[in-house]
C-alpha cells in the first residue's frame, strides 16, 4: 500500500473543538478554530482574540516524520530562494511537529491572501506569473536531497496511470469512466516514448490554484504570491511540477483551453524545458486530470460526508472535459509551437515528384484530374479579398458565389486554397472565434462529363471509404474526398495511377486534398470533398500536422499565419514611443464592414469606439465616391469645380435655421480645424487670450494643443500652457467643484469671475472653447443651463464662443444632429472633421461670413487638401448615407437600449459609477467607491482586456482613464449592442 493513496484515505476524526483544544494544549493559545477542506487531513483557521490568525493541520497517519522533516527542508529552499511561504510555528516544547492523541499536529502562519481556485476568469498575466511561480518553484528545489523526499505516492505523476485504472472503477458514471480510461491509455502511451528522458528532482507536486494564494493587484486581479501546502513534496518529473499546475488552470475558462500556453511559455522562459519535457507537458496535463476525476470519485465512496471533496468533483470533470477537448496531438503540437521547438523529424520528408504525364506547359491540377478542360482558378475567400466586399462575406452562400463567378469566368475548376483564414467562416456578434483556417485544400470542378481522377504522387493506399482514398507516402499521408473511389487497400499506387471518379450527375462537387502527418487525426469521410477548418488558436498545431498539399498539384503554396506579433515588431521598429497603441497583445485588423472589425485571422470584433467610421467601416457608397471621383478629377480649392460649392451647402442646411453659421472652411483634420477655429477668433476680436476647460482634447497641433489641457493624454498638460491660454475649471457634475444636479450657475458663474479677472489684468478673451459634451470625460454632459449661461457671459466680454463638434457632432447624439443642441445654444464657430469623411481626412470650421473675413487680416487662408474635389465628394457621400439609412435616428434608439443595458449593470455590480452621455456618444464610468468615486483606472484597462477576448472592443478615457468610451459606427444594431452589453456583464460577473 502506498503511503500516500489518492483518493483512498479518510480523514482523521478532528473537530473544531478538537482542534481549539489543540491550540491551547500544544501551543497556549486560546483561539476559535474553522475548519478548511481538504481530501485526507484536517485543516483549521485558529482565530485569536487579537485577531491574529494561524493554521493548523491535523495529518493523516499515513504519513510519517520523514516526509514532515522533508516539508520543512523544502520551506527552508523557497525561502533561500525568495519565495514567500508561510513558516511552521513551534509549539510550546520548541518542536515543529506536535503530538495529539497519536495523531501529528503542526501550526503555521497563516498565508494572506485567497486561494485562486475559486477567482473565476484568470488573465493572461496571472496565466504567465503561475508558469513562473512553477518555474521558480523548481528551480529552488533542485538541490534539496532528503529521504523524506523518497516516498511512495500516488499523485507522482509516475504513477498516475496505474492509479488512474486502480480508482477507476468508482467512476459510476459508464461514459465518463470510458473516456478517463481512454484518455489515461492514450496519454500513458505519448509518454511513453520520452518518460526515461525526464529529469527527476525534488518538486511541490501540487501546485495548483488551490495551493497558491494571491494578493489583489492595482487591477483588482489576484495575483500569484504565496505556495502553501506541501503535503505532496517529493521526488518527480520536473515537468510535472509544470503539467500539474497548467491543469489547474484549465476549469477557469474550460472553453479555451489552449490559454494555458501563457503558464507554459513562462515556464520555459525560466526554466527551459527540453524537447523531451516539451513533448510530455500535454500527456501529462491529461493524465492529471484523469487522476483527479477518478481519485474524486473514489473519494466519495469512502468518505460521503466530505462536503469538500464532493464540491470539487464537479470542477475536476471541468478540468478533464477541457484537457481532453483538443486531440492529444494537436495540444501536443501547440505547446511545442509555442515554446519554438521544431516538428517531429520524418525520415526524408515530402518528395515533389515529376508529373511526366501532364500535356506539356499545363500543370495545374492535371495530375489529379488530367482531364479538365480549361484553366484552374485559385480563389481569394481570406479576409482582404476584394470579392469579398460590402459585406458579401456574411452571406451563407459566399463561398458558393465565389465558385460560381470564378465558372462563370471560364474557369474549369476553382480551388479554395489551403491555409487561407476563411473570412467567409468569420461570425459576428460571437465570444468565440469561428473555425476559419483550412488544413486542405477543396477543388469544385464545374459541370461536365465524368472525370477520372489520379494520383498526383507514388503511395500505398492505406484506408478506402466511399468517397476517400488514404494513400501512405512514407513520412506523410495523402487523403482524396469526395469521389467515388476504384482502389483497394494495400494497393500499390504510381503517379498517374487512378484513384477513383467524379461522376457527371454528381456535380458540381467539390474534392478535398490534404496531407496529414501519421500520428495526426485520420482523413475521414466528414465532409465529403470539404477541407477540415480549424480555429485560429490550434493553427500553429495544425501547420505542423498538416502541411500545404498545393505544390503537389502543380499550384502555389498559399499558407497563412497569424503575423501580428510580427506586425508589432515592425512597428516598434520604425515608430516613435510616443504614438499610441491599443492592446498588450494587439491583434491585427485588416478588414472592417458597418460596426464590425476583422483580424487576420478571421476573427471579428463588435467596435465600439470608431466614431471616425460614423457611417460604419467600408462603405460602399463612400468606396464608390472615392473610386468614381479620383478617376475623374482631384485638385485644390483655388480652383472652380461645383464639389466644393455643393457639399457646403449640404453642410449649412445641418447648422440651425437664423443661426448667422453662413459660411464653411473646409481643412483636413479636427487638429487643423481648431487650430483655425482660434485664429478666426483671435483675428476676429484683435485679442489673443483663449479660454479653455481643464481636461479637454482639441488636438495635436501647436495651437490645438495649447487648449488641450487633458493629462490623460499630457501628464503636464497644465504647467506648460502657453501664456495666451486661461484654463476654467470643468463642469464636471460627477467629479467637479460642484456635484449634482442644478450646478451650471455655480460653474457658469465661477467663469464669469475668471472672464473678470483676466479683463483687470489687461487679458481681455479672444475665445472660449469648449466641446459640447465632454467627450475626453466619457460623454459627460454638460450641467443644465451652464452653456447657454457661460456663452452670454463671453459674449458680453467681446469675446466668440467655439464648439468643438469633432465628437460629439454629425449625429451622434441621436435627438439632435449637434452636440451644442442638448444645450439650446448656437456657437459662433463649429469646429468639425472626424465623422464627415468616414474615415476620408476631411475637417472644417462653420461661421458667421463676419468672423470668416477677418482672417483676411492675417492673409490668405488655404488647405491644400481641404475642400478638394475628392474630399467634397465624400463628405456630400457621407451625408447622402445618413439620411437614407437614417443613422441619426438608430443612434438615438440604439443609444437608448445601450445605455439602459449599462445602467442595469449599474445595479448589479458596484464597480459601474456614472452612464454618461446620449445617443451613442456613452461613457460608462468605473469606480472602485460610489461615495468617494475612486476612479478603478487599473480595473478598467484589465476589463477592457478581457472584452476583447470575448470580442468586444472597448477602451478607456477620462482624466483618470476609468470611463468605458463608448462610441461606435452609427450603423450599431440592437443585437450587437446586447452582446456588448452581455459580455459587459459577463466580464464583471466571472472577472478579468
Given at each position: 500500500?502506498?503511503?500516500?493513496?489518492?483518493?483512498?484515505?479518510?480523514?482523521?476524526?478532528?473537530?473544531?473543538?478538537?482542534a481549539?483544544?489543540?491550540?491551547?494544549?500544544?501551543?497556549?493559545?486560546?483561539?476559535?478554530?474553522?475548519?478548511?477542506?481538504?481530501?485526507?487531513?484536517?485543516?483549521?483557521?485558529?482565530?485569536?482574540a487579537?485577531?491574529?490568525?494561524?493554521v493548523?493541520?491535523?495529518?493523516?497517519?499515513?504519513?510519517?516524520?520523514?516526509?514532515?522533516?522533508?516539508?520543512?527542508?523544502?520551506?527552508?529552499?523557497?525561502?533561500?530562494?525568495?519565495?514567500?511561504?508561510?513558516?511552521?510555528?513551534?509549539?510550546?516544547?520548541?518542536?515543529?511537529?506536535?503530538?495529539?492523541?497519536?495523531?501529528?499536529?503542526?501550526?503555521?502562519?497563516?498565508?494572506?491572501?485567497?486561494?485562486?481556485?475559486?477567482?473565476?476568469?484568470?488573465?493572461?498575466?496571472?496565466?504567465?506569473?503561475f508558469?513562473?511561480?512553477?518555474?521558480?518553484?523548481?528551480?529552488?528545489?533542485?538541490?534539496?536531497?532528503?529521504?523524506?523526499?523518497?516516498?511512495?505516492?500516488?499523485?507522482?505523476?509516475?504513477?498516475?496511470?496505474d492509479?488512474?485504472?486502480?480508482?477507476?472503477?468508482?467512476?459510476?458514471?459508464?461514459?465518463?469512466?470510458?473516456?478517463?480510461?481512454?484518455?489515461?491509455?492514450?496519454?500513458?502511451?505519448?509518454?511513453?516514448?520520452?518518460?526515461?528522458?525526464?529529469?527527476?528532482?525534488?518538486?511541490?507536486?501540487d501546485?495548483?490554484?488551490d495551493?497558491?494564494?494571491?494578493?489583489?493587484?492595482?487591477?483588482?486581479?489576484?495575483?500569484?504570491?504565496?505556495?502553501?501546502?506541501?503535503?505532496?513534496?517529493?521526488y518527480?518529473?520536473?515537468?510535472?511540477?509544470?503539467?500539474?499546475?497548467?491543469?489547474?488552470?484549465?476549469?477557469?475558462?474550460?472553453?479555451?483551453?489552449?490559454?494555458?500556453?501563457?503558464?507554459?511559455?513562462?515556464?520555459?522562459?525560466?526554466?527551459?524545458?527540453?524537447?523531451?519535457?516539451?513533448?510530455?507537458?500535454?500527456?501529462?496535463?491529461?493524465?492529471?486530470?484523469?487522476?483527479?476525476?477518478?481519485?474524486?470519485?473514489?473519494?466519495?465512496?469512502?468518505?460521503?460526508?466530505?462536503?469538500?471533496?464532493?464540491?470539487?468533483?464537479?470542477?475536476?470533470?471541468?478540468?478533464?472535459?477541457?484537457?481532453?477537448?483538443?486531440?492529444?496531438?494537436?495540444?501536443?503540437?501547440?505547446?511545442?509551437?509555442?515554446?519554438?521547438?521544431?516538428?517531429?523529424?520524418?525520415?526524408?520528408?515530402?518528395?515533389?515528384?515529376?508529373?511526366?504525364?501532364?500535356?506539356?506547359?499545363?500543370?495545374?491540377?492535371?495530375?489529379?484530374l488530367?482531364?479538365?478542360?480549361?484553366?484552374?482558378?485559385?480563389?481569394?475567400?481570406?479576409?482582404?479579398?476584394?470579392?469579398?466586399?460590402?459585406?458579401?462575406?456574411l452571406?451563407?452562400d459566399?463561398?458558393?458565389?465565389?465558385?460560381?463567378?470564378?465558372?462563370?469566368?471560364?474557369?474549369?475548376?476553382?480551388?479554395?486554397?489551403?491555409g487561407?483564414?476563411?473570412?467567409?467562416?468569420?461570425?459576428?456578434?460571437?465570444?468565440?472565434?469561428?473555425?476559419?483556417?483550412?488544413?486542405?485544400?477543396?477543388?469544385?470542378?464545374?459541370?461536365?462529363?465524368?472525370?477520372?481522377?489520379?494520383?498526383?504522387?507514388?503511395?500505398?493506399?492505406?484506408?478506402?471509404?466511399?468517397?476517400?482514398?488514404?494513400?501512405?507516402l512514407?513520412?506523410?499521408?495523402?487523403?482524396?474526398?469526395?469521389?467515388?473511389?476504384?482502389?483497394?487497400?494495400?494497393?500499390?499506387?504510381?503517379?498517374?495511377?487512378?484513384l477513383?471518379?467524379?461522376?457527371?450527375?454528381?456535380?458540381?462537387?467539390?474534392?478535398?486534398?490534404?496531407?496529414?502527418?501519421?500520428?495526426?487525426?485520420?482523413?475521414?469521410?466528414?465532409?465529403?470533398?470539404?477541407?477540415?477548418?480549424?480555429?485560429?488558436?490550434?493553427?500553429?498545431?495544425?501547420?505542423?500536422?498538416?502541411?500545404?498539399?498545393?505544390?503537389?498539384?502543380?499550384?502555389?503554396?498559399?499558407?497563412?499565419?497569424?503575423?501580428?506579433?510580427?506586425?508589432?515588431?515592425?512597428?516598434?521598429?520604425?515608430?516613435?514611443?510616443?504614438?499610441?497603441?491599443?492592446?498588450?497583445?494587439?491583434?491585427?485588423?485588416?478588414?472592417?464592414?458597418?460596426?464590425?472589425?476583422?483580424?487576420?485571422?478571421?476573427?471579428?470584433?463588435?467596435?465600439?469606439?470608431?466614431?471616425?467610421?460614423?457611417?460604419?467601416?467600408?462603405?460602399?457608397?463612400?468606396?464608390?465616391a472615392?473610386?468614381r471621383?479620383i478617376?475623374?478629377?482631384?485638385?485644390?480649392?483655388?480652383?472652380?469645380?461645383?464639389?466644393?460649392?455643393?457639399?457646403?451647402?449640404r453642410?449649412?442646411?445641418?447648422?440651425?435655421?437664423?443661426?448667422?453659421?453662413?459660411?464653411?472652411?473646409?481643412?483636413?483634420?479636427g487638429?487643423?480645424?481648431?487650430?483655425?477655429?482660434?485664429?478666426?477668433?483671435?483675428?476676429?476680436?484683435?485679442?489673443?487670450?483663449?479660454?479653455a476647460?481643464?481636461?479637454a482634447?482639441?488636438?495635436?497641433?501647436?495651437?490645438?494643443?495649447?487648449?488641450?489641457?487633458?493629462?490623460?493624454?499630457?501628464?503636464?498638460?497644465?504647467?506648460?500652457?502657453?501664456?495666451?491660454?486661461?484654463?476654467?475649471?470643468?463642469?464636471?457634475?460627477?467629479?467637479?467643484?460642484?456635484?449634482?444636479?442644478?450646478?451650471?450657475?455655480?460653474?457658469?458663474?465661477?467663469?464669469?469671475?475668471?472672464?473678470?479677472?483676466?479683463?483687470?489684468?489687461?487679458?481681455?478673451?479672444?475665445?472660449?472653447?469648449?466641446?459640447?459634451?465632454?467627450?475626453?470625460?466619457?460623454?459627460?454632459?454638460l450641467?443644465?443651463?451652464?452653456?447657454?449661461?457661460?456663452?452670454?457671459?463671453?459674449?458680453?466680454?467681446?469675446?466668440?464662443?467655439?464648439?468643438?463638434?469633432?465628437?460629439?457632432?454629425?449625429?451622434?447624439?441621436?435627438?439632435?444632429?449637434?452636440?451644442?443642441?442638448?444645450?439650446?445654444?448656437?456657437?459662433?464657430?463649429?469646429?468639425?472633421?472626424?465623422?464627415?469623411?468616414?474615415?476620408?481626412?476631411?475637417?472644417?470650421?462653420?461661421?458667421?461670413?463676419?468672423?470668416?473675413?477677418?482672417?483676411?487680416?492675417?492673409?490668405?487662408?488655404?488647405?491644400?487638401?481641404?475642400?478638394n474635389?475628392?474630399?467634397?465628394?465624400?463628405?456630400?457621400?457621407?451625408?447622402?448615407?445618413?439620411?437614407?439609412?437614417?443613422?441619426?435616428?438608430?443612434?438615438?434608439?440604439?443609444?437608448a437600449?445601450?445605455?439602459?443595458?449599462?445602467?442595469?449593470?449599474?445595479?448589479?455590480?458596484?464597480?459601474?459609477g456614472?452612464v454618461?452621455?446620449?445617443?451613442?456618444?456613452?461613457?460608462?464610468?468605473?469606480?472602485?467607491?460610489?461615495?468617494?468615486?475612486?476612479?478603478?483606472?487599473?480595473?478598467?484597462?484589465?476589463?477592457?482586456?478581457?472584452?476583447?477576448?470575448?470580442?468586444?472592443?472597448?477602451?478607456?478615457?477620462?482624466?483618470?482613464?476609468?470611463?468605458?468610451?463608448?462610441?461606435?459606427?452609427?450603423?450599431?444594431?440592437?443585437?450587437?449592442?446586447?452582446?456588448?452589453?452581455?459580455?459587459?456583464?459577463?466580464?464583471?460577473?466571472?472577472?478579468?
Amino acid at each position: 500500500m502506498t503511503e500516500q493513496n489518492a483518493g483512498g484515505l479518510v480523514r482523521p476524526e478532528v473537530s473544531e473543538a478538537d482542534a481549539a483544544v489543540i491550540a491551547l494544549e500544544l501551543y497556549g493559545i486560546e483561539a476559535v478554530a474553522s475548519e478548511l477542506g481538504s481530501n485526507q487531513d484536517r485543516n483549521f483557521v485558529l482565530l485569536e482574540a487579537d485577531g491574529t490568525r494561524s493554521v493548523l493541520r491535523v495529518d493523516n497517519p499515513v504519513f510519517g516524520d520523514s516526509a514532515r522533516d522533508a516539508q520543512h527542508a523544502a520551506l527552508d529552499a523557497y525561502r533561500a530562494a525568495g519565495l514567500e511561504v508561510p513558516a511552521v510555528l513551534p509549539g510550546l516544547d520548541g518542536e515543529l511537529t506536535q503530538r495529539w492523541h497519536g495523531l501529528a499536529v503542526r501550526r503555521s502562519e497563516f498565508a494572506n491572501g485567497a486561494p485562486l481556485v475559486d477567482a473565476g476568469y484568470l488573465a493572461p498575466v496571472v496565466l504567465e506569473e503561475f508558469g513562473a511561480l512553477a518555474a521558480e518553484s523548481v528551480l529552488a528545489l533542485a538541490g534539496l536531497s532528503h529521504a523524506g523526499l523518497a516516498r511512495e505516492n500516488a499523485w507522482d505523476m509516475r504513477v498516475a496511470y496505474d492509479e488512474t485504472v486502480r480508482l477507476a472503477p468508482a467512476i459510476a458514471d459508464d461514459s465518463l469512466r470510458e473516456r478517463v480510461l481512454a484518455a489515461a491509455q492514450e496519454a500513458h502511451e505519448a509518454l511513453a516514448s520520452v518518460a526515461g528522458a525526464l529529469p527527476v528532482q525534488a518538486i511541490h507536486g501540487d501546485l495548483t490554484d488551490d495551493n497558491v494564494m494571491g494578493r489583489p493587484g492595482d487591477d483588482a486581479r489576484l495575483h500569484p504570491r504565496v505556495i502553501i501546502d506541501l503535503g505532496d513534496i517529493g521526488y518527480g518529473w520536473r515537468v510535472a511540477e509544470l503539467a500539474v499546475t497548467a491543469s489547474s488552470m484549465l476549469h477557469h475558462e474550460p472553453g479555451r483551453p489552449l490559454r494555458v500556453l501563457d503558464a507554459i511559455g513562462a515556464f520555459h522562459l525560466r526554466a527551459p524545458l527540453s524537447p523531451a519535457e516539451a513533448r510530455a507537458v500535454w500527456p501529462l496535463i491529461v493524465l492529471r486530470a484523469a487522476l483527479l476525476v477518478a481519485s474524486g470519485w473514489r473519494q466519495l465512496e469512502i468518505d460521503g460526508g466530505n462536503d469538500y471533496a464532493r464540491e470539487r468533483v464537479a470542477g475536476e470533470q471541468w478540468i478533464f472535459d477541457s484537457a481532453t477537448d483538443i486531440p492529444l496531438t494537436v495540444a501536443t503540437e501547440a505547446v511545442l509551437a509555442r515554446l519554438g521547438f521544431e516538428g517531429r523529424p520524418h525520415r526524408d520528408g515530402l518528395e515533389l515528384v515529376a508529373l511526366p504525364w501532364a500535356p506539356a506547359g499545363v500543370d495545374q491540377m492535371r495530375g489529379l484530374l488530367p482531364g479538365l478542360g480549361g484553366p484552374v482558378e485559385v480563389l481569394d475567400p481570406g479576409v482582404e479579398s476584394e470579392a469579398l466586399a460590402s459585406g458579401a462575406w456574411l452571406s451563407t452562400d459566399a463561398e458558393s458565389g465565389l465558385i460560381a463567378a470564378a465558372i462563370g469566368r471560364g474557369a474549369a475548376a476553382a480551388v479554395l486554397p489551403y491555409g487561407v483564414y476563411r473570412l467567409t467562416r468569420t461570425s459576428v456578434d460571437s465570444v468565440d472565434a469561428a473555425e476559419t483556417w483550412p488544413a486542405d485544400l477543396e477543388a469544385w470542378v464545374g459541370a461536365g462529363d465524368a472525370l477520372e481522377v489520379r494520383s498526383p504522387v507514388a503511395g500505398t493506399v492505406l484506408a478506402v471509404g466511399p468517397s476517400t482514398v488514404v494513400l501512405s507516402l512514407g513520412g506523410w499521408h495523402l487523403g482524396v474526398s469526395g469521389i467515388r473511389t476504384g482502389v483497394v487497400a494495400g494497393q500499390q499506387i504510381v503517379p498517374g495511377a487512378r484513384l477513383g471518379e467524379l461522376p457527371e450527375a454528381e456535380r458540381p462537387r467539390p474534392i478535398a486534398v490534404g496531407l496529414r502527418r501519421p500520428d495526426a487525426l485520420p482523413l475521414t469521410e466528414e465532409g465529403l470533398g470539404r477541407a477540415q477548418l480549424v480555429e485560429p488558436d490550434r493553427v500553429p498545431a495544425w501547420r505542423r500536422l498538416a502541411p500545404d498539399p498545393s505544390p503537389l498539384l502543380g499550384l502555389t503554396p498559399t499558407g497563412q499565419r497569424d503575423e501580428s506579433a510580427d506586425e508589432q515588431l515592425r512597428r516598434e521598429r520604425i515608430f516613435a514611443s510616443a504614438q499610441e497603441r491599443y492592446y498588450e497583445r494587439p491583434m491585427q485588423i485588416e478588414r472592417g464592414w458597418r460596426h464590425h472589425l476583422v483580424d487576420t485571422t478571421g476573427r471579428s470584433y463588435i467596435d465600439m469606439v470608431n466614431n471616425v467610421a460614423g457611417l460604419g467601416h467600408g462603405h460602399p457608397g463612400v468606396a464608390d465616391a472615392v473610386n468614381r471621383q479620383i478617376r475623374i478629377l482631384n485638385t485644390n480649392s483655388r480652383f472652380l469645380y461645383r464639389e466644393l460649392a455643393e457639399y457646403s451647402e449640404r453642410l449649412l442646411a445641418k447648422l440651425p435655421a437664423g443661426s448667422g453659421l453662413d459660411t464653411v472652411l473646409l481643412v483636413n483634420s479636427g487638429s487643423e480645424a481648431v487650430d483655425l477655429a482660434l485664429r478666426l477668433a483671435q483675428a476676429a476680436t484683435g485679442r489673443k487670450t483663449v479660454v479653455a476647460l481643464r481636461e479637454a482634447y482639441h488636438g495635436w497641433t501647436m495651437a490645438s494643443d495649447a487648449v488641450t489641457t487633458s493629462a490623460y493624454d499630457n501628464p503636464y498638460a497644465l504647467e506648460n500652457r502657453p501664456d495666451w491660454i486661461y484654463v476654467a475649471d470643468v463642469p464636471n457634475r460627477f467629479r467637479g467643484t460642484y456635484r449634482g444636479e442644478g450646478t451650471g450657475p455655480a460653474y457658469a458663474a465661477d467663469l464669469g469671475n475668471d472672464l473678470a479677472m483676466l479683463a483687470a489684468e489687461g487679458r481681455e478673451v479672444a475665445g472660449f472653447i469648449c466641446e459640447s459634451v465632454l467627450g475626453n470625460a466619457g460623454g459627460v454632459l454638460l450641467p443644465d443651463g451652464y452653456l447657454s449661461d457661460v456663452y452670454a457671459r463671453v459674449r458680453a466680454a467681446g469675446g466668440l464662443c467655439i464648439a468643438d463638434e469633432v465628437q460629439v457632432g454629425f449625429g451622434r447624439m441621436g435627438s439632435s444632429f449637434w452636440g451644442f443642441e442638448q444645450s439650446g445654444v448656437v456657437p459662433d464657430i463649429v469646429t468639425i472633421a472626424k465623422p464627415m469623411g468616414n474615415g476620408f481626412p476631411i475637417g472644417g470650421v462653420v461661421t458667421s461670413k463676419r468672423v470668416a473675413d477677418a482672417l483676411a487680416s492675417q492673409g490668405q487662408f488655404f488647405s491644400s487638401a481641404g475642400g478638394n474635389p475628392l474630399s467634397c465628394r465624400v463628405g456630400i457621400a457621407v451625408l447622402d448615407a445618413m439620411e437614407q439609412e437614417g443613422l441619426q435616428e438608430n443612434a438615438r434608439v440604439v443609444g437608448a437600449r445601450l445605455a439602459a443595458g449599462f445602467r442595469a449593470l449599474a445595479e448589479k455590480h458596484s464597480i459601474v459609477g456614472p452612464v454618461h452621455g446620449e445617443g451613442l456618444y456613452l461613457g460608462v464610468e468605473l469606480v472602485r467607491d460610489r461615495a468617494t468615486m475612486e476612479p478603478a483606472s487599473a480595473e478598467a484597462a484589465a476589463i477592457c482586456e478581457r472584452l476583447r477576448e470575448l470580442g468586444v472592443i472597448v477602451l478607456t478615457t477620462s482624466e483618470r482613464s476609468n470611463v468605458l468610451k463608448v462610441k461606435p459606427p452609427l450603423c450599431l444594431t440592437a443585437q450587437s449592442a446586447d452582446f456588448v452589453v452581455a459580455q459587459l456583464d459577463r466580464v464583471l460577473s466571472t472577472g478579468w
